[in-house]
C-alpha cells in the first residue's frame, strides 16, 4: 500500500510538471506579439545568467583543482617515519557475489600493520559464509568476521568501529577493491593532526557498455574534480563511501555514522567538518568499484544519493544563515545544495526552455551556438581531468553527450528525488544488483 | 534545409527527447519499485533503520549485541534470521 501510494504520489507530481511546461509552450505560442517579445529578451536574459552560473562554476572547480594537483605533485607522496596501524572495516549486506574480491584485494595491500572487519549486516544470502572462508589469518593480515541483526549500512560501519582496535579506521564498499598503495598514500596526511579524514579516488571498474563508460567519465569530471578541488581547501565535503580514512578520536568525537540519513558518507563527512577537523583528497587513495549497468539500477542508484545529501543538509539547515564562525561548513553546505538541489533544476529547465524558444521564436542559431560552446568546455574539461587522473584518453569523446544526454538525464531525477525529499515522502533503500567479479572482469582498466 | 538548421534540429530532438526519456525512466523505476515482489513477512523483514523510533528511557532495549562469529554456532539463518 505505501508504495502504491508513493508511486500515486510521484505520478501526479510528473503530471504536474509536464502539464505546467505543456500549459506554458500553449500560452507562449498564443500570447500577443508584445508578450513573445518579452520572452525573447527574457531568454536572452535567462541563457547569460545560466552561461555565467556554469563558468564561474566550471572555472572554479577546474582552478582550485589545478592548484590541489600541482600542489601533490610537488608535495613528497614518500611516506616519512613509521605508518601507524588501521582497521579496515567492510559493511556488507547481502554481498556474496563481491566480498570475496573485496577482501582478496585488502589481502594485498602494501601496508605494515592492517587488520580487517568484515560486518555482514543480516545478510539473506550466503556473504557470511564466503567472508568466513578469509577469517583468521590470511596473507599475514588478521581479518575478523561479525554479524549482526539488519540495521542498516551506518549501523554496521558503528559495529564495525566499535570492534576495531587500531588509531585509524578506513571504511570500503563491499563491491569495490583497492589499489594495493591507496591506503600508504592515504596515511601520511595523518601527519597533520587536524586531519581528521582523507577521501579516497573512486574509478569505476565495470566500463563495459555506454552507460558505465559516462559514469567513468563523470567520476572523474563530476565527481573527483570538485572533490580535488575541495581537498585544496581540505573541505572536502563527501569522504566517499567505497574509500575513506578516519582518525578514530575524529570517528569517536562526533560519535560515529548516524542512521537517520540514506547518505550517511555526506552525513558523517558534515559532523566533521562542523568539529573543525580537515578534510583532505588523495588522488593516490585509489579504489575501483562497480557502476550500475542498466538505466533503471543507475536512477535507483541516483535518486537514493540525492536524497540522502538533502537529508544530511536538512539536519543542518540553520548554516545556511550563519556562514561565521563555521565558514568551511557553510562553504560545504553551499556548495552541496547549489550541486544537488539548485543546479540540476536550473540545468533541465534551461535545456528545456531553450529548446521550445528556438522551436517556437526561431532562435535555432542562438542554441547551436550554446550547444557548441558547451560542448567544447565540456571536452576540453574531460581532456584536462582525464590527463590530471592519468586516465585513459579513450573517455574524452563521451563528453560530446556527456551533458545532454548523460547529465540531463540524472538531473531529471535529481530534480524528482528533491521534490520528493521537500514533500517528505517515505523511502526505502533498495538494493543495486551485484554481478560477481568474475563477470565483471573483462570491464576492467 | 542547410546544415544549421540540421544541427538545431538534431539538438533540440536530442533535449526534447532525453528529458522525456528522464521523466519515463523515473516512472518505470517507481512502478518497478511499487511492484517488485513483497514476501508476506515483509513487515518483520523489512531493513528498520529508517523507521525512527524514540521510545521512553525506562523502556528502551539495549542496542542489538555485535556477535563475533563462532564457527560452533548454528547457521545465522536458524540462529536469528534477517531483520
Redesign the interface.
Known amino acids: 500500500m505505501a508504495?502504491?501510494r508513493?508511486?500515486l504520489t510521484?505520478?501526479t507530481l510528473?503530471t504536474i510538471m509536464?502539464g505546467a511546461t505543456v500549459l506554458f509552450i500553449f500560452w507562449a505560442m498564443h500570447s500577443p506579439s508584445q508578450v513573445q517579445a518579452f520572452l525573447v529578451r527574457l531568454v536572452l536574459i535567462s541563457l547569460i545568467i545560466f552561461l555565467a552560473i556554469l563558468f564561474i562554476r566550471y572555472f572554479a572547480l577546474l582552478w582550485f583543482a589545478y592548484l590541489q594537483h600541482a600542489e601533490r605533485n610537488v608535495a613528497s607522496r614518500e611516506p616519512e617515519g613509521e605508518l601507524p596501524p588501521v582497521s579496515i572495516l567492510i559493511p556488507a549486506y547481502n554481498e556474496a557475489e563481491v566480498i570475496g574480491h573485496a577482501i582478496e584485494s585488502l589481502l594485498q595491500l602494501d601496508y605494515p600493520t592492517y587488520e580487517v572487519i568484515v560486518?555482514?549486516d543480516?545478510?539473506?544470502d550466503d556473504t557470511?559464509e564466503v567472508a568466513?572462508r578469509w577469517?583468521g589469518k590470511a596473507s599475514g593480515v588478521e581479518v575478523?568476521?561479525?554479524?549482526?541483526?539488519?540495521?542498516?549500512k551506518?549501523?554496521a560501519l558503528n559495529?564495525g568501529i566499535?570492534?576495531s582496535k587500531y588509531p585509524f579506521v578506513m571504511c570500503m564498499d563491499a563491491d569495490s577493491w583497492v589499489d594495493p598503495g591507496s591506503l600508504k598514500a592515504a596515511m601520511p596526511h595523518f601527519r597533520d593532526a587536524s586531519v581528521g579524514a582523507v577521501a579516497g579516488n573512486v574509478k569505476v571498474a565495470n566500463r563495459e557498455n555506454l552507460l558505465t563508460r559516462l559514469q567513468a567519465l563523470e567520476y572523474i569530471e563530476g565527481l573527483n574534480m570538485p572533490r580535488r578541488a575541495q581537498g585544496f581547501i581540505a573541505a572536502v565535503n563527501i569522504v566517499p563511501g567505497p574509500v575513506g580514512v578516519f582518525r578514530r578520536e575524529a570517528l569517536e568525537e562526533v560519535g560515529g555514522y548516524d542512521?537517520?540519513t540514506?547518505a550517511e558518507d555526506a552525513d558523517l563527512t558534515l559532523q566533521l567538518i562542523t568539529s573543525g577537523w580537515k578534510i583532505i583528497y588523495e588522488d593516490q587513495a585509489i579504489t575501483w568499484t562497480q557502476a550500475p549497468t542498466r538505466?533503471?539500477d543507475l536512477?535507483?542508484q541516483r535518486?537514493r544519493w540525492t536524497r540522502g545529501i538533502l537529508q544530511a543538509l536538512k539536519k543542518r539547515k540553520g548554516v545556511y544563515w550563519h556562514p561565521f564562525p563555521d565558514f568551511p561548513l557553510w562553504l560545504s553546505a553551499v556548495e552541496m545544495g547549489f550541486e544537488a538541489i539548485v543546479w540540476p533544476i536550473l540545468n533541465?529547465y534551461a535545456?528545456?526552455f531553450?529548446?521550445i524558444v528556438?522551436?517556437l521564436f526561431g532562435a535555432?542559431?542562438l542554441?547551436?551556438y550554446w550547444?557548441i560552446l558547451l560542448t567544447l568546455l565540456d571536452l576540453v574539461m574531460a581532456l584536462v581531468t582525464v590527463s590530471m587522473e592519468e586516465e585513459s584518453l579513450s573517455l574524452v569523446p563521451y563528453a560530446i553527450i556527456y551533458r545532454?544526454?548523460f547529465i540531463?538525464?540524472?538531473?531529471?531525477?535529481k530534480m524528482?528525488a528533491t521534490v520528493e525529499e521537500v514533500l517528505n515522502l517515505g523511502?526505502?533503500?533498495?538494493k543495486l544488483r551485484r554481478v560477481s567479479y568474475a563477470g565483471a572482469a573483462g570491464g576492467q582498466t | 534545409m542547410n546544415v544549421v538548421d540540421l544541427l538545431v534540429t538534431i539538438i533540440v530532438v536530442t533535449i526534447l527527447v532525453t528529458i522525456a526519456l528522464g521523466v519515463v525512466t523515473y516512472i518505470a523505476y517507481k512502478l518497478r519499485l511499487a511492484r517488485r515482489p513483497v514476501a508476506e513477512d515483509e513487515e518483520a523483514s523489512a531493513p528498520h533503520f529508517f523507521q525512527a523510533h524514540d521510545p521512553p528511557a525506562a523502556e528502551a532495549p539495549p542496542d542489538p549485541p555485535v556477535e563475533e562469529d563462532d564457527p560452533t554456532r548454528p547457521s545465522r539463518g536458524e540462529a536469528d534470521g534477517a531483520t
Request: aromatic share 14%.
Open positions: 508504495a502504491t508513493r508511486l510521484s505520478l510528473v509536464v560486518v555482514d543480516g545478510s539473506t557470511l568466513r577469517e575478523r568476521v561479525l554479524t549482526k541483526r539488519n540495521g542498516g551506518a549501523s559495529a566499535a570492534r542512521t537517520d540514506f538505466a533503471l536512477i535507483q535518486y533541465v535545456h528545456l531553450f529548446a528556438a522551436l535555432g542559431e542554441l547551436l550547444w545532454f544526454f540531463l538525464f540524472l538531473d531529471i531525477t524528482f523511502m526505502e533503500w533498495d
